[in-house]
């Protein structure tokens, strides 16, 4: 797989900073100056409080948010800092003289963005309780968030209407995520397991904080409530086995769950009709159900000789005294299958062409299967053809995902498959390509005998964005005692991501570094090749990006900085960019990638 490198180093666009006046108890005015240089340098003047405390005096004391007091004198020199004139002052104010300090990067944007989090922290506590604020000594953050300006625009369209849930948003890229969204209009729920004062003070006051544990389903009810799409950045703190289970593997599938039973409660309030439901195929919930499949035997060839020692092949579909719609049997002829089989009787009005895939909620003793669809025109079914794709499940129960894209003509002549014309479901088990299952004693390991139990067959509903991000991670940069317990549990929690059905996009950063994000090119690929780091202001970038870019939808990647190759041991293509207005640098780079399935 061929990865892209995208540019990242854009032009600085013009910074636009909203002038308000909320109650008439402050107002900002900003003027912008541009200079030849990489840095975008915003000077602003301003005509209310400074946001640093004052000394105590015995004037009278304004009281504007807690641990914060307002005077007359402090008014007159916070005016003398940015050189503007008091409001008191008769005479009209003097243009401001530039020093070499007043057009300092780091100086100016730290500054500029004590006023804007003034703005902003006024503006989300009207009408809001309010709560300890948090302490201005985060240079740490800020220093990621001041110079990343050039990577984003701050407006997106109807981002009011969208509610993002953040799991981990007290982590390292979390808290970058949400101040991101927030800046872009978004409603931000945080989930967090504990609710004091040092939590409250890494959120912004806006965020509505949610206490809850991924390792607990019964906790995460609330936490999906109103939720129209979710940025997984938890990660364990320890590399104990329980822990990377609970948090990396059970979490995900504990909140793919819950966020999947909110939308179905959705769709029923309703009337059955929501773009995120499922079309129901068949439940196996009764003896009923079975009707209409057939099992059929089959051989691939005839070995005259080798059929002399053939055991033969046997299989049976079945209601069980334990209330389980069980597909079983064994085959012992060489190039033998057997197979399960249905004409599809789909409601009223439904057809499959509206639908991204299939999804079977199933059990067994983990062996692989090929689903066979057959399409064409039910007038002459001599007309059909076949196209398979080949799954495999899990010892237990599993949900497997089965996209429409990922079936192939059985002969390479034929078309693409066109899910409208599909007719005829089929699942063929086969003793070839069959694996071991890890966990199962050797005496359970006979690859020529299979047991499939049913829950139900489903068709997912075809949609333009992801629902579900997901940030894990390549390995690199992890200590080599501990990396694969890590990498076994992150594997795992993707793996029930790309399960559940939802629309997801799967993110494996490189080693995170904390340094301003938008300074250097990122590099996107598959195949687990990357080594390079990444800074967490460009992992929560990403993330923020694509929410909406339909190019994320079903895609997993790795991706970290751009870096320079030895000659002879190049690895990468480099893909020319130039960013358009929005400085999309996401669609471009995902375009040459595949979907995973």
């Known amino acids: 797989m061929v990865g892209s490198i995208v540019g990242s180093n854009m032009a600085a666009t013009d910074a636009r900073f909203l002038s308000s006046n909320f109650g008439k108890s402050f107002s900002i005015n900003t003027r912008i100056h541009r200079f030849h240089d990489r840095s975008q340098i915003v000077i602003p003047r301003a005509q209310s409080s400074s946001p640093s405390p004052t000394p105590p005096s015995d004037k009278k004391k304004t009281k504007t948010r807690p641990g914060t007091t307002t005077t007359k004198e402090s008014e007159e020199t916070s005016a003398k800092k940015l050189d503007v004139a008091p409001p008191s002052a008769q005479s009209p104010p003097s243009p401001p003289t530039l020093k070499l300090d007043d057009v300092n990067p780091v100086g100016l944007g730290r500054r500029s963005r004590q006023i804007f989090d003034e703005v902003w922290r006024k503006?989300?506590?009207?009408?809001?309780?309010?709560?300890?604020?948090?302490?201005?000594?985060?240079?740490?953050?800020?220093?990621?968030?001041?110079?990343?300006?050039?990577?984003?625009?701050?407006?997106?369209?109807?981002?009011?209407?969208?509610?993002?849930?953040?799991?981990?948003?007290?982590?390292?890229?979390?808290?970058?995520?949400?101040?991101?969204?927030?800046?872009?209009?978004?409603?931000?729920?945080?989930?967090?397991?504990?609710?004091?004062?040092?939590?409250?003070?890494?959120?912004?006051?806006?965020?509505?904080?949610?206490?809850?544990?991924?390792?607990?389903?019964?906790?995460?009810?609330?936490?999906?409530?109103?939720?129209?799409?979710?940025?997984?950045?938890?990660?364990?703190?320890?590399?104990?086995?329980?822990?990377l289970t609970r948090v990396?593997?059970?979490?995900?599938?504990?909140?793919?769950?819950?966020?999947?039973?909110?939308?179905?409660?959705?769709?029923?309030?309703?009337?059955?009709?929501?773009?995120?439901?499922?079309?129901?195929?068949?439940?196996?919930?009764?003896?009923?159900?079975?009707?209409?499949?057939?099992?059929?035997?089959?051989?691939?060839?005839?070995?005259?000789?080798?059929?002399?020692?053939?055991?033969?092949?046997?299989?049976?579909?079945?209601?069980?005294?334990?209330?389980?719609a069980e597909f079983s049997g064994y085959v012992f002829t060489r190039g033998g299958y057997v197979e399960l089989s249905k004409k599809l009787s789909l409601p009223l009005g439904a057809t499959l062409d509206r639908y991204e895939g299939l999804v079977l909620s199933v059990g067994g003793?983990?062996?692989?299967?090929?689903?066979?669809?057959?399409a064409g025109p039910t007038?002459?079914?001599?007309?059909?053809?076949?196209?398979?794709?080949?799954?495999?499940?899990?010892?237990?129960?599993?949900?497997?995902?089965?996209?429409?894209?990922?079936?192939?003509?059985?002969?390479?002549?034929?078309?693409?498959?066109?899910?409208?014309?599909?007719?005829?479901?089929?699942?063929r088990f086969e003793p070839k390509r069959q694996r071991p299952v890890d966990g199962l004693a050797a005496a359970q390991q006979d690859l020529r005998s299979f047991s499939l139990v049913f829950e139900y067959i489903k068709a997912l509903p075809a949609g333009q964005e992801t629902d579900f991000i997901l940030v894990s991670c390549t390995g690199s940069g992890v200590e080599p005692n501990r990396r694969e317990q890590v990498l076994k549990a992150k594997r795992a929690g993707e793996d029930s991501l790309r399960r559940s059905g939802l629309g997801y996009t799967i993110i494996r950063p490189g080693p995170?570094?904390?340094?301003?994000?938008?300074?250097?090119?990122?590099?996107?690929?598959?195949?687990?090749?990357?080594?390079?780091?990444?800074?967490?202001?460009?992992?929560?970038?990403?993330?923020?990006?694509?929410?909406?870019?339909?190019?994320?939808?079903?895609?997993?990647?790795?991706?970290?900085?751009?870096?320079?190759?030895?000659?002879?041991l190049e690895l990468y293509e480099l893909v020319a960019h130039l960013p358009d207005k929005a400085n999309n640098y996401l669609t471009p780079a995902l375009s040459v990638l595949e979907k995973n399935t």
């Open 123 to 243: 503006f989300s506590g009207l009408g809001q309780m309010s709560r300890t604020t948090r302490p201005d000594e985060q240079e740490t953050l800020d220093s990621l968030l001041i110079r990343e300006g050039p990577m984003c625009e701050f407006a997106v369209p109807g981002a009011q209407n969208v509610t993002v849930l953040v799991v981990g948003a007290t982590s390292r890229i979390g808290r970058i995520v949400v101040r991101k969204l927030m800046l872009r209009g978004y409603t931000v729920k945080a989930l967090v397991r504990k609710q004091d004062e040092e939590v409250m003070n890494m959120l912004p006051r806006s965020v509505d904080i949610v206490v809850g544990d991924v390792g607990e389903p019964s906790t995460l009810k609330s936490a999906v409530e109103s939720c129209n799409k979710i940025i997984y950045c938890a990660t364990a703190r320890s590399t104990i086995t329980a822990d």
């Open 248 to 324: 990396d593997h059970l979490g995900v599938y504990n909140l793919t769950k819950a966020f999947q039973d909110y939308n179905n409660r959705l769709a029923q309030l309703r009337a059955g009709k929501s773009s995120k439901s499922k079309l129901l195929i068949s439940k196996f919930k009764s003896a009923e159900s079975l009707e209409g499949w057939e099992i059929r035997q089959g051989t691939y060839f005839q070995d005259t000789t080798a059929s002399k020692y053939d055991g033969g092949m046997d299989a049976k579909f079945e209601f069980t005294e334990t209330e389980r």
């Open 365 to 374: 003793n983990g062996r692989s299967y090929v689903v066979i669809l057959e």
């Open 379 to 427: 007038s002459d079914m001599s007309q059909s053809k076949q196209y398979f794709a080949r799954i495999s499940t899990k010892a237990g129960f599993c949900r497997v995902r089965v996209p429409f894209s990922a079936f192939r003509p059985v002969n390479p002549e034929d078309p693409p498959l066109d899910p409208f014309l599909v007719h005829t479901l089929t699942i």
């Open 512 to 568: 995170l570094k904390e340094e301003p994000g938008g300074q250097r090119a990122l590099i996107f690929d598959q195949g687990n090749r990357i080594s390079q780091s990444i800074s967490c202001a460009d992992v929560a970038d990403i993330c923020v990006k694509a929410l909406h870019d339909s190019t994320a939808r079903n895609k997993s990647f790795d991706v970290c900085h751009e870096y320079v190759a030895e000659q002879g």
